[in-house]
């Protein structure tokens, strides 16, 4: 029994069958996440290792070198990279998509304990983190207090993170800024030399004093006694009071070298929140989980929270990343519901019968919310991805219970009756819809198996939209007939139509009849048809070459965001006075273009965070370097955009003397993290020379900065901080049984620090740090007199054996496929594209003459555009062999699938002409749109060739057939065509959060569905006549 037949002969079940389907969707419903985008697990592993006091050179001799060369024998690795810098190292590696990446993960752990071995002594242990989603926050919150302020890491630590990490869906809560409690030993070096003390033996007493180490059991009696030996500090005056050094009568107490100081680690991060210091909370969530329930649960706690803390604590939200989620996917459920109703609009006026409409109607909440069922299965979250995939299948789940009804009423016109006329109407229709199905899927899937970061976030769209065209087929074989047997009446049952259905009945009849004649003229006119299709063909052709491309949109999310770089050599207190003129610069800018409302929060983080956390995310940090970062409201509440306000801010920052470079970037932080922070274009220089480097990359930055479509050109080129390097006489120190290490370390110890241990408080462990007191560290004089205990027993000054020389060291060092790199970073100027933007620096290179061992390479977002570009013109190749693949089977033939592939280039021409009108550039979003216009536009063509061939068949000539079958067809086709348009009108036309990814989308199916159906509807009935003109002129002759 065939579907039609079973739906009408068994319409209990039918109903249920299709009931089970509503419940599994609504149940589903309930139980899916919440989220932006889809969740991500780039193929990316970053390998972080602190190496506390170290430079930038010793990170990447010591550390990053080490690391690299034993991880790049990685397999499916494709690119590793590393950024050295004061304290810390991070090797960045990216593998090839499909790659296994706990397989990897596993691998690398692996390596990195055998490169482990071979760190130095002061390193800690390397640690793998996983580029996803997941690691950008749900919620930062900004943390201020007055008397409090040096509590705050108690506060933060025992009220806050411990109780955030219990909520639901949290990962992991991060905290930077805050002050951390540490036992100071300010040693001074003369007195220390006075009893030929250093500060390593110092350290070595403290650390056996400070022990409690259990003595066994003796059994007393039936008592069976534990001996316990506690040694450990309880006071800061056991600290000082502790025996260093003791000969004869003499004894030397802490107290009588070094202050002890219950204080604080000394900071290279300095957080400020509206111009006042404060720390800043980050707080992760679980991944897979419901970002906008768990982003609710953590503000229902802080709220719990806020009522414990002192009254001078106060806790400021200073990002929300739900509400992007929040109003990106409300926005789109109104795109949603605005296209359902236009689809229902124009079914009723089309139709202008309710029974009729109802039955076409009921398709969009079978295929949609069955969709969720499939979500639900398949791991997915409602996301911007999965509800665009909704939209845009809105108006094509109707065409197939369109066409079936549109001809089972003409069944029961010439008095077949209902039951009937549904089995057999829907039967004649069946191959067609299938094959048109088919087709639309065909250009769908395939986008499922593309990699990279579009891959991931079109999938859910491809599988997605492709599920819903299955279900709505499914309903019009089975429930449209069912419900058409039901309602629809005989002819001679029905009641005599209205006025108002009899006018419109008779225009729609008008407009079929001049149809027919103008195919009439057309099928007379062929040669001048033709000739005017390839004239606009042409004519769109050179309109292309002025069309521009991008890689992804951008997000106006309202994040602001200023990187300035000073003086290297500066600290963070002289960084955080420049961060202190952006933030002004930045408020003043904003409350100009709008109001002080506008802001939500405004923050810096001047300096090196401690674990390189923003290094992390992808931004830029060290000593002499600040991040200001401005979130305003949302763009539905102001009248202008992100990025207006970076190009008003880029025009004053400049201006600041002190910057040496800097950039503004307006838009999205999510996005700006997802893309690795990458600018639009970014020329890498390769080379082992680094004057060469540095050379290139400045003549390059000059030319840049001279054009017109290029803005805020910054380059990594590093000048260099000012050091103090110590030249050992080995031989000296040899003579003396004094090696390189021994020294390093005693001058380590001595201005960096040496840990002597643990105070323990209250159950908390505290840090003792012991070193000279700053106003001797920061002395040259002083360092000279170092003292070094022989192995002979004497004391030597460092003077003895070597010499203090001034240099220049690395703030950061860079590093591309294990060689030094460069990076020339470039934005774009207003309302240019990336196309043409890397077409003018093209032009550049030209007149640049590269040195000898130098090599360019032009990366950045343009890079990933290529690539994405690549991937989707192979997509668009399988997706045209795909669709004449159905079609051919369909028709058992390669003549009429090649006839209807006409449609394609037919429908590029409206692409092309909606991009010029409307300024869209073709980007990885307008390629995708592009793509599934393949499965949309060739399904008139299919309805009108098919319905010819079966009047040819039924003994019609092709003049005849080819008139007929267009006048019978025509309003199946513009409904089908006019759903799919009126559906995509809101997704073109939106303007809320997030709009910029769907809105492209919505231009191009329109413009190109729009133009392809006027020309097909002519263009192709004269080329059936063309491919069939022996046949055409043996009927004319007769």
Known sequence: MKLPELGVKRPTTTIMLFLLILLFGAVSYTQLKVDVLPDMEMPMLTVMTIYPGASASEVEEQVSKKIEEKLSSISNLKSIKSKSKENVSFVSLEFNWNTDLTEATNDTRDKIELVKRSLPDDAENPIIIKINSAMMPVLMYSIEADKSFNALNRIVNDDIINSLKKVKGVGSVMIFGQPEREIKIEVNPFKLKAYNLNIGTIASVLKATNVSIPGGNIKVGDKDLAIRIPGEFTSIEDIKNSVIYSVGNLIVRIKDVAEVVDGFKEKDELIYSSSKKCVELMVQKQSGANTLEVA????????????????????????????????????????????????????????????????????????????????????????????????????????????????????????????EASIFGTSEMGMAISASTLTTISVFLPMAMMGGLVGIMFKQLAILTSFTLIVSLFTSLMLTPMLASKLLKPMKERRKPGPIFRFSEKLFEVMENQYSKLLGFAINSKTLIIFLVIVLFGVTLFIATKTSSDYLPEFDAGDITVIAEIEQGDKAEVTRKVAEKIENIVYEEIVNLGSKEDIRSLMSVSGQTEKGTLSLMGFSEGKNITTVMAKLVLPDSRNYTSEEVAEKINERVKDIPEIVKFSVTGGSLLGAVL????????????????????????????????????????????????????????????????????????????????????????????????????????????????????????????????????????????????????????????????????????????????????????????????????????????????????????????????????????????????????????????????????????????????????????????????????????????????????????????????????????????????????????????????????????????
Not at 298 to 311: D, N, Q
Not at 345 to 350: C, E, K, P, T, Y
Request: glycine share 6%; aromatic share 10%.
């Open 296 to 419: 609710e649960l953590i503000k229902e706690k802080m709220e719990e929270i806020t009522k414990k803390l002192p009254s001078d604590v106060r806790i400021n939200l200073s990002n929300d990343a739900s509400e992007l989620v929040f109003h990106s996917i409300e926005n789109l459920k109104s795109t949603i519901g605005w296209a359902a109703l236009f689809v229902i609009m124009v079914v009723l006026f089309f139709l202008r019968d309710f029974k009729s409409s109802v039955i076409i109607i009921l398709t969009i909440p079978f295929s949609l919310i069955g969709a969720f069922a499939v979500m639900y299965f398949m791991g997915y979250s409602i996301n911007i991805f999965s509800l665009m995939a909704l939209v845009i299948a809105i108006g094509m789940v109707v065409d197939n219970a369109i066409v079936v009804l549109e001809n089972i009423i003409k069944h029961t016109e010439k008095g077949v009756k209902p039951r």
């Open 675 to 1038: 893309q690795g922070n990458k600018k639009p274009i970014e020329l890498k220089i390769f080379g082992n020379d680094i004057e060469k480097l540095n050379k290139t990359a400045k003549e390059l930055e000059e030319k840049f900065n001279k054009s017109e479509y290029l803005a805020n050109v910054e380059t990594t080129i590093d000048e260099g901080k000012e050091e103090l390097k110590i030249v050992i006489d080995k031989e000296k120190a040899g003579a003396m049984g004094l090696n390189s290490a021994a020294i390093a370390l005693a001058v380590r110890s001595s201005i960096y620090g040496v840990n002597a241990g643990d105070f323990k408080e209250e159950n908390e462990e505290y840090e003792i740090n012991i070193r000279f007191s700053e106003e001797y560290r920061n002395n040259i004089d002083v360092l000279n007199s170092i003292v070094f205990t022989t192995m002979n027993g004497k004391h030597v000054s460092l003077s003895s054996v070597a010499k203090i020389e001034e240099d220049r060291g690395f703030l950061e060092i860079k590093r591309e496929s294990q060689q030094r790199v460069i990076y020339v970073k470039v934005n774009l100027a207003s309302k240019v594209s990336l196309g043409e933007g890397i077409e003018n620096i093209r032009e550049m290179l030209k007149e640049v003459e590269i040195p000898e061992g130098v090599d360019l390479e032009i990366g950045g977002q343009f890079e990933e555009q290529q690539k994405s570009f690549g991937d989707l013109k192979i997509l668009f190749v399988i997706g045209v062999l795909l669709v004449f693949m159905v079609m051919a089977s369909q028709f058992e033939s390669f003549k009429d699938p090649f006839l209807i592939m006409f449609a394609v280039p037919l429908s590029i021409i409206g692409v092309i002409w909606s991009f010029y009108l409307t300024g869209t550039t073709l980007s990885v979003v307008t390629f995708i749109g592009i793509i599934m216009l393949l499965g949309i536009v060739v399904n008139n063509g299919i309805v009108l060739v098919d319905y010819t061939n079966l009047l040819r068949a039924r003994g019609k000539t092709i003049k005849d057939a080819v008139i007929m079958g267009g006048h019978s067809r025509l309003r199946p086709v513009l409904m089908t065509t006019f759903t799919t348009l009126f559906a995509m009108i809101p997704m073109a036309y939106s303007s809320g959060m997030g709009s910029e990814m769907w809105s492209p989308i919505g231009i191009t199916v329109i413009g190109g569905l729009f133009v392809s159906t006027l020309i097909t509807l002519i263009f192709i009935p004269v080329l059936y006549v063309v491919f069939n003109r022996k046949q055409y002129k043996k009927e004319s002759l007769s």
